[in-house]
């Protein structure tokens, strides 16, 4: 079965230090990843997108970057944080092999507050 | 400038009655709608899609409705249970994109109180 794993859970960091948040996808191949993020009272942000290895789309720009070592992991950086990167992050993928479905599968989130 | 819009940010419902959540859109390239639940702390989990070429979609208590002249669409919870309570976040994809490429509205805190 298709599983995401996202970690960690929370994440408490003062303002100008690095973030690096990890995604990992198991029981498909190739599938295309993304990072999406809540802010307070805002819906689901797509930030980025990747479709193979060491490919990334930015959707925004912004002070975060993403990268994709290996086909299932995809992660979430920053070089320094600010007080406005503060929120729920999310990643998902979608299937892309032959008969996969169309919905994209969320993984549990990472709640990151800066301060 | 949103284009999924969901413009009632919380709605309570009694169990047992009928839940509507509304979304309208303004883009008439989005090909695939998508409604997903979140309960706190959670990632988001897929409930129901319909796609563009349907005005109907059916799956258990829940059913999706979408009405292309009106660039609106809706979710019918029936009947409401107080398990359905979290929020719920209308998506939709342009035509051709990739299928995570999903763009959503703020969603809608369902409360159904027993």
């Known amino acids: 079965s298709q599983t995401i794993h996202q970690w960690p859970a929370t994440l408490v960091q003062p303002v100008g230090s690095p973030l690096s948040l990890e995604c990992t996808v198991e029981g498909t191949s190739n599938p295309n990843l993304y990072w999406y993020r809540q802010a307070a009272g805002r819906g689901l942000q797509l930030l980025f997108y990747s479709v193979g290895i060491g490919q990334i789309s930015s959707e925004v720009p912004q002070n975060l970057s993403a990268s994709r070592p290996q086909d299932r992991q995809f992660i979430l950086s920053s070089k320094k944080l600010l007080l406005s990167d503060s929120g729920f992050y999310l990643c998902a993928f979608a299937g892309t092999e032959s008969g996969a479905s169309t919905e994209a599968f969320f993984g549990q989130g990472t709640r990151l507050t800066v301060v | 400038d949103q284009q999924v819009k969901q413009n009632s940010p919380s709605l309570s419902v009694q169990e047992g009655r009928i839940s509507i959540l509304n979304c309208d859109y303004t883009?008439?390239?989005?090909?695939?709608f998508l409604w997903y639940k979140k309960y706190p702390a959670e990632g988001p989990t897929f409930l129901i899609s319909?796609?563009?070429?349907?005005d109907k979609n059916e799956d258990g208590r829940f059913t999706v409705f979408l009405n292309k002249s009106a660039k609106h669409l809706s979710l019918h919870i029936v009947p409401s249970q107080p398990g359905d309570s979290a929020v719920y976040f209308c998506a939709a994809r342009v035509y051709g994109g990739s299928q995570g490429n999903l763009i959503f509205g703020k969603g809608t805190k369902l409360s159904v109180k027993p």
């Open positions: 319909i796609s563009s070429i349907k």
């Open positions: 883009n008439s390239m989005f090909d695939y």
